[in-house]
């Protein structure tokens, strides 16, 4: 039985779910520029940030988490290599999260609340953890003897000189955003197709997630705390369902129509007026005349 709320996905969207264009357009707008200006407004921590960064080194070397110069080592392999991972790492971030907010707006109108949702409750938790914990990355951590992939072999989305970057704030490595909206486009994107191929998806999160401790602009704890954030988003803001209701079935009558007494093309059992009128028997009648009605 085929029921509204489990329809293909491949079906035509719900136009009356999706919200006004305008509207969603000064709303992603307004959530870019609130995005920048908190980053901005994190900056300038400097000695707190690189306090913060020996102390996340020191605690992942203690809970024996991988060491991230392991990573860095294989794509030191090939300069190739790791000129891809820096492209991917300052191309792929902004316009991977926003073709897959206009192609959730376009074909599926309620996975596109639902997403923006979640995205805009992660990325205000995260920018209040910026401001909370700043965070230089390791490749500014002299200790974690890593290279910074960017500026030796670029692209870099980065200026040179950290504490003076106007561009963008260096010490809000954790939580990692980058980790966190790709986690999100990916199962955003499963949940809202059903292609046998969409648990592909899940490359995208994991690429990141090698890109960015491989460049050493993430620790590892960078990807663990933003899972743990996206994981409290999914639990307070559920994807809303639509009533099941089932298909009609053409044999069945429709709501609020008389249920018939019998199905169409069948007639009731005639009742026999000979049995109406029958004698009825006692067991003393029976004993005196017997089965065959003969009286002894």
Do not use: C
Request: cysteine-free.
């Amino acid at each position: 039985m085929m029921y509204a709320g489990s329809e293909p996905a491949d079906r035509e969207p719900d136009s009356s779910a999706r919200p006004p264009l305008v509207r969603e357009l000064l709303l992603v707008v307004g959530l870019f520029v609130i995005y920048k200006l908190g980053r901005q407004a994190a900056n300038g921590h400097v000695d707190e940030a690189y306090r913060n960064a020996g102390n996340v080194w020191d605690f992942e070397r203690s809970v024996h988490l991988p060491d991230e110069g392991a990573v860095q080592s294989l794509l030191l392999h090939n300069e190739t290599l790791i000129h891809l991972a820096n492209t991917y790492y300052a191309t792929v971030h902004f316009p991977a999260t926003l073709l897959f907010l206009v192609w959730l707006y376009w074909r599926r109108p309620r996975h596109y609340i639902w997403s923006r949702r979640i995205l805009a409750a992660l990325t205000g938790a995260a920018l209040a953890l910026h401001l909370l914990f700043p965070l230089a990355p390791p490749r500014l951590l002299a200790a974690t003897g890593l290279v910074d992939t960017g500026q030796v072999y670029g692209p870099s989305v980065y200026g040179a000189t950290p504490a003076t970057d106007s561009m963008a704030n260096q010490f809000a490595a954790m939580p990692s955003l980058h980790f966190g909206w790709a986690v999100m486009v990916a199962v955003g994107l499963i949940v809202a197709t059903r292609s046998r191929w969409r648990w592909l998806w899940l490359l995208h999160p994991l690429v990141t997630l090698l890109v960015i401790v491989g460049t050493a602009n993430h620790y590892w704890l960078d990807s663990i705390v933003v899972s743990a954030l996206l994981a409290v988003a999914f639990a307070a803001l559920r994807l809303p369902r639509t009533d099941a209701v089932p298909a009609h079935l053409p044999w069945l009558p429709a709501p609020g129509e008389p249920v018939p007494s019998a199905l169409p093309g069948t007639a009731e059992p005639a009742v026999s007026t000979g049995y109406a009128g029958s004698r009825t028997y006692s067991a003393s009648s029976y004993a005196s005349t017997g089965p065959t009605g003969a009286r002894r």
